[in-house]
């Protein structure tokens, strides 16, 4: 099956740092989303992101799909967007519901 | 709206019970979304129902489990008999429409403990 890794597993970061948040998968895929969950463990689904590029406030996401990664930008951090990032992909031909996720990277930002 | 509502939202129980985990999505959605999550699989889907029609369930991880939608309005997932390695948080999540770009909104979930 497909294989999704993130990195870094943890980041730690002082409020106001810029990070990047990795999603490498090892097959071509027709739907690939963002989700955050927070430290209560609420489950928020941030991006859908294929391909190209979006933003949404301080949060952006690159897919480059052809070289199958994807980046999630958080510029200015805050506390609150502490929690585990995860990265879901469907892979190419299969049902675009059915999710295989990542591992997460687990953000500390401290104030 | 309230949101998705699923309950318990905690539950324990000794090792070959009948439990049942209920979910009520978001109204007019029509998609709806059982995941489990634990420390060594991470997060998985099990199932997941358009217009209450259950469309996959190849996470489904073994007959123990069955998960129903009634209606509109209501799911439950089901495991009987219970295992200690069903121990997981359970959640729940729905969304409205065809397009991928649609967002699923999830529950607070439910976190399972077999004894």
């Known amino acids: 099956g497909i294989q999704v890794e993130q990195s870094p597993p943890d980041l730690i970061l002082q409020e106001g740092a810029n990070s990047t948040l990795r999603c490498n998968f090892s097959?071509?895929?027709?739907?690939l989303q963002w989700f955050h969950q927070n430290p209560w463990g609420q489950l928020i689904n941030l991006f859908y992101?294929?391909?190209g590029t979006k933003q949404n406030g301080r949060l952006s996401a690159t897919t480059v799909a052809t070289e199958r990664y994807s980046l999630l930008y958080i510029s200015s951090s805050q506390t609150t967007d502490s929690g585990v990032y995860f990265c879901?992909?469907?892979?190419?031909?299969?049902?675009?519901?059915?999710?295989?996720f990542g591992s997460g990277t687990k953000l500390n930002v401290k104030p | 709206d309230a949101g998705v509502i699923q309950s318990p939202r905690h539950e324990v129980t000794e090792m070959g019970q009948e439990v049942t985990l209920r979910c009520k999505p978001i109204?007019?959605?029509?998609?709806l979304f059982w995941y489990r999550q634990t420390m060594m699989r991470g997060l998985e889907l099990l199932i997941y129902?358009?217009?209450?029609?259950?469309?996959?369930d190849s996470g489904m991880p073994e007959d123990r489990f069955s998960a129903k939608m009634p209606n509109a309005s209501f799911s439950t997932l089901k495991i009987q008999p219970s295992e200690p390695r069903d121990s997981a948080v359970y959640f729940c999540?729905?969304?409205?429409?065809?397009?991928?770009?649609?967002?699923?909104?999830f529950g607070p979930g439910t976190r399972l403990t077999v004894l």
């Open positions: 109204s007019g959605h029509d998609y």
């Open positions: 999540a729905s969304r409205y429409g065809l397009a991928n770009t649609d967002t699923q909104y």
């Open positions: 879901a992909v469907t892979p190419w031909g299969d049902n675009f519901n059915k999710f295989y």
């Open positions: 129902f358009n217009n209450n029609v259950p469309i996959d």
């Open positions: 992101i294929p391909s």
């Open positions: 097959d071509s895929v027709n739907n």
